[in-house]
DNA sequence: CTTGACCTTCCCCTATGCTGGAATGTCAAG
DNA sequence: CTTGACATTCCAGCATAGGGGAAGGTCAAG
């Protein structure tokens, strides 16, 4: 098929295809006698295993890791599984800081919302923040 | 003082305190006569408020905002207040993405570590995501 | 007189994952 | 024969908050 068919077959874009094929993330697709892509139904399931390690907050660059590590014959599960600790470990520490950011911020909110704005310093930007 | 000195003074870099200027989060700064730039101490004011909205999470946009309203003369207090409601409620948007998120990588992640690699589906890229 | 530490403007680069558009080629249908 | 829907390549941009470095001006000290 095509480059637009399999791009709505997978559920994303030429644009999308043509990148992943830069990034390294498709192997180089066939070409028919005109030049245009031809792709085959193995380039779909590699899509949505794409798409699904983006669901899981994988860059390109893992899922490309991934991938590289499939097309070298060797089962990528070990390393799959060390970049989902990774990643659960990364996610961990993204949400500690937010959550200290979010009390941090509350505890400023709280002020703000208690006070009287005729209270506010001139000397200040804004004596709430 | 010159910008390098109040760069020092407020802990940051000459090249940040040109890009406030350029997006208007500073006034331009008074020139000596041979072309340098000359700092008081209401910029150390505003670049020591810009610094604590960027650790309340808040954008340079958002400070630009209250800092537009102070230079108006009105209280910047209650946009203050509303900016860190929205920034409260998007904090709370995005704990709670991510944490949605740690709990399907952590689900992934589990059927990884349980799984033997042997049992690696060649027909996929990687049966665990 | 020169060296070194400042300062100026200017433009490009970083990372991420695409998206838009221009200029051009291909091909089947009416 | 032309129109329209495809395809190709390449270049540019988004949004964020600056950083890097070039080419050059200024000024005090040695």
Known sequence: MRIGEAA???GTSTKTLR???DRGLLPPAER???GYREYGNDAITRLEFIRRGR???LT???IGEILTLRDRGSAPCTHV???LAGQLADLDAQIAELAALRDAVAGFHHTASAG???DCDPNRI???L
């Open 60 to 62: 390109l660059a893992q």
């Open 81 to 83: 599984r060390d970049l």
């Open 126 to 128: 804004c004596s709430y």
């Open 8 to 10: 709505a077959a997978a």
């Open 116 to 118: 009287d704005p005729a």
């Open 32 to 34: 028919t006698g005109n």
């Open 55 to 57: 669901a899981a907050g």
């Open 19 to 21: 990148f992943y094929e």
